[in-house]
């Protein structure tokens, strides 16, 4: 079974290439006219040179291109596996050449998760499996409403629209209260726009639509005349509005007096604060609580309480009594025993000192002041409450809600349409959002509202960008609709499977040859650094963003075995606005291809902003980069082999050392068990021993803990090569020619010597 045999990750050791060209040869006579060690220093110092004569190949440059240009194209694993040129290209990529016959076995490899540890590519024995289905994104990313980013983004704008709300009813008020002292004409407040909207929206009136003309009638009519503007008008707010001012019927303000007396002024604070705010804020409830006082101070029964509905409010508030309970029943609460005691609510008798008839007795009031005092607390407390309810209800039903949607018409599904009953009186999670950005519900209609979400910002004619508005734009930005309605895959700086890979070489890397205590406290580290760059690669949006926050970077850099001192932010800026296509562009002469890498699987063009032209359909730009430069490499190991089965098996060790976390990673790989035991001179007895002898003599010989010290795995290298030159009678080796002209025995580690000696 293929999970369970020996592999060979060089991908078939000693196969014959068959047909090559000149340059192939030209890379050949390499290891033919030097020792092994020299052979490769000459390939390896330079092995951007050489890997780019590779892809200059005829027949590799074709394939490569047919592969390029056909990825993109396959949507599902069975395509993949049938189109032969595209998926040998691709095993050959990842050192499973031998495997291409067995579609069947790798269309099942291709359908594992990746990302469950149990799925059946992680549960094969031989880990290039795994690396394979990492490759490719067959089950797709998921299709979300919105990543979780964006609804915290969403719901801490939301949250803060009511201190905004708050600073924006303050400033207004203080404007207002500025200005009022020196208004002396009335097209003084009709002429500016701040004041006139303030007048009216103090009273619930519309200031979008009205008139300048009508408000300056009904400011300066006559109250005593039932002829006048104000009192012809069918909405009482008319004549309140116009009572709360002093001006005469030409605008004026009499002499002596003044436009607001400082009552007036007071009062429409109160007013304005009480129509302004959409949330039990702090500020409403000192507004609410001067309100009450000051009108139950002149109210002679209870039912002149409860006739004024924002002292009604403040009762029922207070008892905490339905809001569909009548006013006249909330009035009999207050003085009658006997219906208070029919309904089964007493409480509200002590608080008030009405006599039975629901009237304040002769020189009396309808409370006392512990009566008000005590009242006082009890509705600050149930005021409180709902304070906090209104806001953390409409979040967690937000929350909650939206991570079911699917399409734009599960967001517009009412709470009342829920199972859950208890939902009917929360915020609908449409004007959750649209608070978020500052829009008033009232502002736009639904059918307007669906054509704005399923907007394609991309296309500068969509509905929502011919509105105009940045705080449409910013509401589709928050969501991942289609322009279909259905929800989409959204469109990160990484993409999720992308940044799962980082994250899983971060851990591997932080964790590796650690043990017991020592592995846990650096698991928890990992962990949290992990979290912290899952959550930005949801909200990073440009290059800028990426590179200015340090923490994003050195993972980055750590996670693909990089010191992040090794490398300036300059030079990381001209690696991403480098052209990935382009061979001679910076990041590609870089001769650390993990750079290349790191590039490629952002979504970025070359301007640093977010794009969705790198995004692929089962490969992420990243991965078809990683998958070329894969088939480049195994391509040059393969040409070696043909000459120099030494110089490609020290290729191979070099490319996979940093990855070899224990001795059974050699021993379970025959190309890097080769390896091994020439470098270490071992007989062939060496394989017939129990696998934990051969596990530790490995850690015997090997340092694995160096193994991504590139110093120490040359100096490895330097030993395998000049063994294998005097195991197999290279007749230009210093090593051998010494051996050759001596009776005496001498030792590896001479030859080793030797070696590094003839290789300078």
Not at 104 to 125: I, Q, R, W, Y
């Amino acid at each position: 079974m293929p999970g369970g045999r020996v592999r060979d990750g060089s991908a078939s050791l000693g196969h014959d290439i068959g047909h090559c060209s000149k340059q192939k040869a030209s890379i050949r006579m390499v290891s033919s006219a030097f020792s092994t060690y020299t052979s490769y220093l000459v390939l390896n110092r330079d092995i951007n040179s050489s890997l780019s004569r590779v892809a200059s190949q005829g027949d590799v440059a074709s394939n490569t291109d047919y592969y390029e240009e056909n990825i993109g194209k396959v949507t599902t694993a069975e395509e993949f596996v049938n189109d032969y040129r595209l998926f040998s290209y691709a095993m050959k990529a990842y050192g499973l050449e031998e495997m291409t016959y067995a579609k069947a076995f790798m269309k099942k490899v291709l359908e594992s998760d990746p990302n469950d540890d149990s799925s059946f590519a992680n549960s094969l024995t031989d880990t290039r499996y795994a690396d394979f289905a990492k490759a490719y994104n067959f089950s797709g990313d998921l299709a979300k409403a919105q990543t979780s980013a964006q609804t915290e983004n969403l719901v801490t704008a939301y949250q803060d629209s009511f201190t905004q709300e708050e600073t924006d009813i303050k400033s207004e008020v203080s404007y207002f209260q500025s200005k009022i002292g020196s208004i002396d004409h009335v097209n003084d407040i009709i002429g500016n726009d701040r004041l006139r909207t303030y007048v009216l929206e103090s009273f619930g009136l519309d200031a979008k639509y009205t008139s300048k003309n009508y408000l300056s009638q009904v400011l300066t009519s006559d109250l005593n005349d039932p002829d006048s503007v104000a009192n012809q008008a069918s909405n009482d707010a008319w004549r309140e509005l116009a009572a709360a001012f002093n001006f005469s019927s030409d605008g004026t303000v009499a002499a002596g007096e003044t436009a607001q007396s400082a009552e007036q002024t007071s009062d429409l604070r109160l007013d304005y604060i009480y129509n302004k705010s959409t949330y039990p804020s702090d500020l409403l409830l000192d507004a609410n609580q001067s309100y009450w006082e000051k009108h139950v101070a002149e109210a002679g029964s209870a039912s002149e309480i409860t006739s004024d509905a924002r002292l009604l409010e403040y009762v029922k508030t207070a008892f905490g009594l339905r809001d569909t309970m009548m006013a006249s029943s909330v009035a009999s609460m207050m003085y009658s025993r006997t219906f208070a005691e029919t309904i089964g609510n007493t409480e509200l008798l002590d608080y008030f000192s009405f006599q039975t008839d629901g009237t304040v007795a002769a020189g009396g009031s309808a409370q006392t002041s512990e009566q008000a005092t005590n009242l006082e607390a009890k509705y600050k407390t149930a005021f409180q409450a709902s304070q906090a309810d209104a806001v953390e209800n409409a979040v967690s039903n937000f929350e909650t809600r939206i991570a079911d949607v699917k399409s734009i018409d599960d967001f517009f599904k009412s709470n009342a349409d829920d199972d859950d009953a208890n939902n009917d009186d929360v915020t609908e999670i449409w004007d959750v959002a649209l608070r978020a950005f500052g829009i008033d519900p009232s502002e736009v209609k639904m059918t307007a509202l669906r054509k704005i979400l399923s907007s394609n910002l991309e296309d500068k004619d969509s509905y929502a960008n011919q509105l105009d508005d940045e705080r449409y734009v910013a509401l589709v930005k928050a969501f991942n609709f289609d322009t279909k309605g259905d929800v989409d895959t959204p469109l990160l700086a990484q993409s999720e499977n992308v940044t799962q890979d980082f994250t899983a070489d971060y851990l591997s890397l932080k964790t590796r040859f650690l043990k017991g205590d020592e592995r846990e406290k650096a698991g928890e580290t990992a962990t949290d650094e992990i979290e912290y760059f899952e959550k930005k690669m949801e909200s990073i949006s440009t290059v800028d963003e990426l590179l200015s926050d340090s923490r994003l970077v050195n993972f980055l850099l750590e996670s693909q075995e990089i010191d992040p001192k090794s490398v300036t932010k300059d030079e990381l800026q001209q690696m991403f606005a480098s052209d990935l296509d382009d061979p001679k562009s910076y990041v590609n002469q870089l001769d650390n291809k993990s750079f290349a890498k790191i590039v490629a699987s952002f979504n970025f063009d070359t301007e640093g902003n977010l794009t969705s032209d790198t995004l692929g359909t089962v490969q992420q730009r990243g991965d078809v980069f990683q998958t070329v430069s894969n088939y480049y490499r195994q391509t040059l190991e393969e040409e070696q082999g043909d000459s120099n089965e030494g110089v490609r098996l020290a290729l191979y060790f070099e490319r996979k050392a940093s990855s070899i976390t224990s001795a059974y990673d050699i021993l379970g790989d025959s190309a890097l068990l080769n390896f091994f035991k020439t470098a270490y001179n071992l007989s062939t007895y060496f394989s017939s021993q129990e696998l934990e002898k051969q596990a530790a003599t490995v850690e015997k010989f090997v340092e694995l803990d160096k193994l991504s010290d590139p110093d120490y795995v040359q100096k490895v290298i330097q030993r395998f090569t000049a063994l294998y030159d005097s195991q197999n009678g290279a007749t230009d080796s210093a090593a051998l020619s010494i051996l050759q002209g001596s009776s005496s025995s001498i030792s590896a580690d001479t030859l080793l010597a030797v070696a590094q000696l003839s290789a300078r």
